[in-house]
């Protein structure tokens, strides 16, 4: 452990030139989504770059339909050491409204909150500069002390924030390239300011709309209602049946390929400080809403649930217009988890809708995507190793956490790459990423590159 | 009967100059919904006042805020006969689109629609100047030929296509002078060419709105679908928990003051030439959706129904959005029958809703109207004989019928003025009524107004 002490201290002897830097690059208004900030958005880059090619990586800003794509490369010397690769962004959201920022969003500054609690503050300060360069700095250690622990790739791309459009095309492009044994991700959260966590859970996605259609025109109701079908009546009948009365989704094979928490996950969850009440008292509710007998955060990062996004039919006006519509239609979104597979979801809820339709029925669907869960399994050993190595860093166990959301590059690197991502992060709750003033805590900054020295050498023992 | 069948006599022999005095009235241009057009209405009225004085009525132009009401009064010499008020409306709906009229719209004209089918076409021919003269020329007859049978006070009006805003406060404002034993009403059709009806029942209204408020903003579905409760689905389960699997409505209480059909009306209704298959198939359907074990006639007529007329929640556009919305909302109406009564159906909605309201939860109710169903007695005296007289005229019984739909002047006449109606008319289904080329058949106005002489005869029996 010689080598990883060095480090450590190095990353520690140098805060000031670090934080230096990473001034260098909140200070570039690497605004992906106005064209206007397309020449800071490619010096953004070419910083990086530089910053790369003086650790002795092998990097360059590759061209893309939109803002480039940085790829650089290191070798360690051990050839039997894993192949990482880490992924950030360093493209930026607009900083508006530009009002509410204390001090100007794209000159940096070190400020404190209470005495002796730093924070970085800026535009990109934790989503994503902050969070890339704890992981440059780690590397800029390795290579003042000695050598690069692991291969590693690293990929920065300039348009996270407007949605990654020229991503999956360059990653089609440059697979046998970019393919490494994991990824590593830099863009979620710790628990809070002295836990870690590690995101080893995202929720799929299945999104399906349905158009019932009854009659061959609106009817008035007075002379055709009770006599000719409501689509309205079957929607809701369908969406009524889609839940039993314990809060689970009655589609037939739903739940397959949903497991069980593994115990210390569920004991680690359940001794979490987190405060349900408050949580729903926050969005204006008391009663946790889904499956009977489970937890909120249970149900939030590891329950497959099923969802009504919108339903509209007949007349929506104001007053009253007694009217016998001759559709009506609903969006359902279904968040998949484990091994549920979104083709059997479709299959099984569009069986489910026909057998709910009346003879006098058509059903239309609509898909608008379909997407599987993606977890790292539990039982991964780069997941314990990186468990190992954070719990050395900061002395507490990192949270196992799920998120209801969807990090698509996460499904790009399973699908095109065939890779697992390890996704760990420093930012915390209330670091307002995408709004103003936003910040980064200066010891996510500092303990973040330390953490990533110790995740390195733990992947590579 | 001598003194009828002279009065039938008279009206076959004058049936030339009656039908001269009909296309006066059709020449004038009284739509009531232009303003353009308000010296024409009230030409229209005066007309008929004319009409009415030369028979005798003490008959007067009467203001309103709107177009004038034409009110005439005449007694017959017998002051123990009936008091009858009959009502008909001189306006007439707008004429466009004129282009697809085959003769300008206030040119009528008579024409043969097959050999020997002879028709009245010009706007208003079937609404409601064609019917309101039919019991004008019977007025005519009897005073031609000796006395007036019943005392009669006629009352039309000039706004009925555009709502009749200025009725209900001058039916208030004259209560005593329009109050008679029993309304005759000619705004309503036949069965068929050869077969008289007479409506009887027309289905009462309640129009609810309701809103279920759940979280307070709109949530991501990710970040809180299954722990916080979905407004869509507590929405969709009320709408569905609303009919059973027979197609009855569930809310407790619903069917109090809904009785059975007469056996013989319900065997006049089944023996009818109905084609269900034919009357669904037109728009569009196959299968009778309402109460299992029921006729498509006896629903629409004689049966309380709930229909849900407009639903709405959540991203209605194109795509998808994973939005858990705050609130949905649906307008609701139930038809009703017999003695049902409309605060009860609306007290009993609203408990339904709370009832199925989970403790996150809040509710809003709007009303949009509330009135009762209103029926003649199928053992009214005046029906039976009103049946009589049609049965000699026509040589068929005529069709007790019942319509989904509302005619506001039959709830007004009973609640302001406490009477019930008898609603006999002599328009087809064909008549194209608010469309172009609305015609009225010859034999509805020659037979119209021998009716009506039956009818006034029998009543006075």
Avoid at 138 to 161: M, S, Y
Avoid at 336 to 349: C, H, I, R, S
């Amino acid at each position: 452990m010689a080598a990883l002490e060095k480090v450590l201290e190095q990353i520690d002897t140098n805060q000031d030139q670090a934080l230096a830097r990473l001034f260098q690059l909140l200070a570039i208004k690497s605004v992906s989504t106005d064209a206007d900030y397309a020449t800071e958005c490619a010096r953004a880059g070419q910083f990086l770059v530089d910053q790369l090619q003086e650790l002795g990586f092998e990097a360059s800003l590759r061209p893309t339909p939109g803002h480039p794509v940085v790829v650089g490369k290191a070798k360690a010397s051990r050839p039997d050491v894993p192949h990482v690769l880490f992924y950030g962004h360093y493209d930026v959201q607009p900083a508006d409204p530009l009002e509410l920022w204390e001090t100007p969003p794209f000159e940096p500054r070190l400020t404190e909150l209470d005495p002796g609690h730093k924070i970085i503050v800026a535009r990109g300060a934790t989503d994503d500069k902050g969070q890339l360069m704890t992981f440059v700095e780690a590397c800029r250690a390795f290579k003042e002390t000695g050598e690069f622990p692991c291969h590693i790739t690293v990929l920065f791309e300039g348009e996270e924030e407007s949605g990654s459009p020229s991503l999956p095309a360059f990653l089609a492009a440059n697979k046998a390239e970019l393919k490494a044994d994991i990824a590593l991700i830099c863009d979620t959260g710790m628990w809070d300011r002295e836990t870690p966590a590690i995101t080893t859970m995202l929720r799929g996605l299945v999104l399906e709309e349905v158009v019932i259609k009854g009659a061959n025109r609106d009817l008035h109701s007075g002379m055709f209602g009770g006599a000719v079908v409501n689509p309205i009546h079957v929607l809701s009948r369908i969406i009524a049946d889609l839940h039993d009365a314990e809060g689970r989704v009655t589609l037939p094979g739903f739940y397959d390929g949903v497991t069980e928490l593994p115990e210390d996950v569920a004991k680690q969850w359940r001794d979490l400080p987190f405060d349900e009440a408050q949580f729903l008292a926050e969005v204006g509710v008391s009663v946790p809403a889904g499956e009977k007998g489970r937890g909120v955060l249970e149900m939030i990062w590891s329950r497959p649930t099923c969802d009504v996004n919108g339903i509209i039919g007949g007349y929506t006006g104001k007053g009253s217009k007694t009217v016998l519509p001759a559709e009506a239609s609903a969006k359902f979104s279904f968040r998949l988890v484990g091994q549920q597979k979104p083709e059997k979801v479709v299959e099984a809820f569009r069986a489910f809708v026909r057998q709910r339709l009346p003879a006098d029925c058509k059903v239309e669907f609509l898909s608008h995507g379909a997407s599987p869960a993606l977890q790292l399994p539990f039982s991964s050993e780069a997941l314990s190793r990186a468990r190992r190595a954070l719990q050395a860093e900061w002395g507490k166990d990192a949270v196992l956490a799920g998120s209801g959301g969807s990090i698509p590059i996460v499904g790009s690197f399973k699908q095109d790459l065939g890779m697992d991502s390890l996704m760990v992060g420093f930012s915390l709750d209330d670091d307002r990423a995408h709004s103003p003033n936003e910040k980064y805590e200066l010891s996510s900054f500092q303990k973040g590159a330390r953490s990533w020295a110790r995740i390195l050498t733990a992947l590579a023992l």
